[in-house]
């Protein structure tokens, strides 16, 4: 849900089709680049009847987790977020930022810390899978010379540095 902060975002990345259903509206208002892994949208650009515009970027077949370099794919590592470290890659990123990469509960049992996703209680053990992809992301990140730093002190991603947002737009360590 990002891409509703303000103008200045300039992609919305999403792997969930059900996601789209729900949230059809609001991304059609939204002036920047649409990217998904969802496989309804294969057809590399997705037209419909109202013109929304959806790019394509597929799931890499050889490699489900970390960063992928194969053109025009991503690893979708069991969450769009992750995923999207992929296409930040390949549109020439060299320091990425994650923020709102919570990858746990709230103190009060709700996920993504806010309640525009809820999950059911029964999909509430998905962090350990969504949290896999992690360190094969840092080792590629790492290899492929790119910084990766993690504006989520409270995270359970361990795997790259924590930081404040107010420190990293410092450019404090």
């Known amino acids: ?6 103008n200045w975002v300039d992609f919305c990345f999403f792997g969930d089709d059900g996601w789209f259903r729900d949230h059809r509206k609001e991304l059609a208002q ?11 949208f294969s057809k590399n650009t997705y037209h419909a009847d109202n013109g929304e515009r959806i790019k394509y970027l597929a799931q890499d077949p050889k490699k489900s987790h970390g960063i992928s ?3 025009y794919t991503v690893c979708w590592n069991a969450n769009s977020g992750a995923a999207a470290i992929s296409l930040a ?5 060299k320091k990425i930022v994650l923020l709102g990469f919570d990858m ?18 029964a999909k509430r053990s998905v962090f350990p899978r969504h949290l896999r ?4 992301i840092a080792a590629d ?7 990766i730093l993690n504006a989520s002190p409270e995270s359970a991603i361990d795997d790259f540095p924590k930081m404040t947002v107010e420190a990293i737009l410092n450019g404090s360590p």
């Open 1 to 6: 849900m990002a891409f509703q902060l303000g």
């Open 133 to 136: 992809g992690f360190p094969i």
């Open 104 to 121: 746990q509960l709230d103190p009060n049992g709700n996920s993504h810390w806010h309640k525009e996703y809820q999950m059911n209680p």
């Open 89 to 93: 890659s390949h549109l020439g990123a």
């Open 30 to 40: 939204f002036t920047g680049v649409r990217v998904s892994c969802a496989p309804m």
């Open 141 to 147: 990140a790492k290899r492929m010379g790119i910084e």
């Open 69 to 71: 370099e194969v053109p």
